[in-house]
């Protein structure tokens, strides 16, 4: 079907120009990167913008490197190329694992991982490894830059932190300099292209350090700092992992939906988490099946 709504379409060249089109409409201007969300907003006739700012004629979002210890992924960025790059594949395992879960290749090819943050809705597959690795978003405007930290980035369900006349200018996570093992565990109605009834993010690290994320079972993703403070320093026994498995309840808000009931949400989070932990720390210690091996 389509499209009904009028707006004003534009394709920048540069950042400057985006920034002072993003001035310019404020919150009736949308920026367009692989626009797998805010098409079908338009054509579902959720969203009614102005205008439509399309970057992906600005050469400088479509970066993705490694620099002085920290990865920086532009707005462009698709979840494909997440996926094919030997440097998020080598430093940042988990994240790799997490983008190939998004919906379908199709959608990969042209979904990108700033795009998915922005629609922050509350299943997003990119949250937790995210808040795991402690990301950044970086957000410029007229009136200057502004760094946010992932952990406050999402704000609500569909809700940022991005003010009108922002554009997000890209995302940075610093290398882990030492030992890792990751778990991106994805609960879904089916194999194939489908939302998270329940995702939980996992990363060990050396001194027995652990980084644990939920998403789709509360408002945001967020982190799971009962259960971090109650595994960090200890070694991974079966005892301790009963332990961090009780606090579960503490952590997650699950609710009722088409998708699942809270109460099988609540179940199947508290059995990813046992078996995540436990494929993390394998992997970690290099005894755990390949990234992308699902183990529910």
Not at 84 to 108: H, I, M, Q, W, Y
Not at 147 to 158: D, L, Q, R, S, V
Not at 186 to 200: F, H, T
């Amino acid at each position: 079907m389509a499209i009904a709504h009028e707006f004003e379409y534009f394709k920048p060249e540069s950042l400057k120009e985006a920034i002072n089109l993003a001035a310019k409409f404020g919150e009736k201007g949308r920026p367009l990167a692989g626009g797998t969300d805010l098409v079908v907003k338009i054509n579902d006739e959720i969203e009614f913008p102005d205008a439509v700012i399309d970057l992906k004629g600005i050469d400088e979002l479509k970066k993705l490197e490694l620099k002085d210890g920290k990865l920086f992924i532009g707005p462009l960025v698709t979840f494909t190329e997440l996926i094919n790059s030997p440097v998020v594949r080598d430093k940042f395992p988990l994240l790799r694992e997490a983008s190939g879960t998004v919906a379908s290749s199709g959608v990969r090819n042209r979904a990108t991982l700033v795009g998915n943050i922005c629609s922050a809705v509350p299943s997003l597959d990119s949250g937790t490894p995210l808040l795991v690795y402690q990301a950044e978003v970086l957000v410029k405007s007229k009136d200057g830059e502004r760094t946010i930290p992932i952990g406050e980035w999402f704000t609500g369900p569909k809700k940022n932190a991005l003010k009108p006349g922002e554009i997000v200018v890209g995302v940075t996570i610093d290398e882990i300099t030492g030992k890792q093992g990751g778990c991106y565990v994805k609960l879904g109605r089916y194999r194939g292209e489908d939302l998270a009834q329940v995702g939980i993010g996992i990363l060990s690290l050396e001194n027995n350090e652990y980084r644990i994320a939920f998403c789709a079972v509360g408002p945001v993703a967020a982190r799971a700092e009962k259960i971090e403070n109650l595994l960090n320093g200890k070694e991974l026994t079966d005892e301790i992992i009963g332990e961090a498995k009780k606090l579960v309840p503490e952590e997650i808000s699950p609710i009722d939906d088409i998708r699942a009931t809270g109460e099988y949400r609540m179940h199947m989070a508290e059995v990813m988490l046992v078996r995540g932990l436990k494929e993390a720390t394998a992997r970690l210690n290099g005894e755990g099946t390949e990234y992308g091996t699902s183990v529910i």
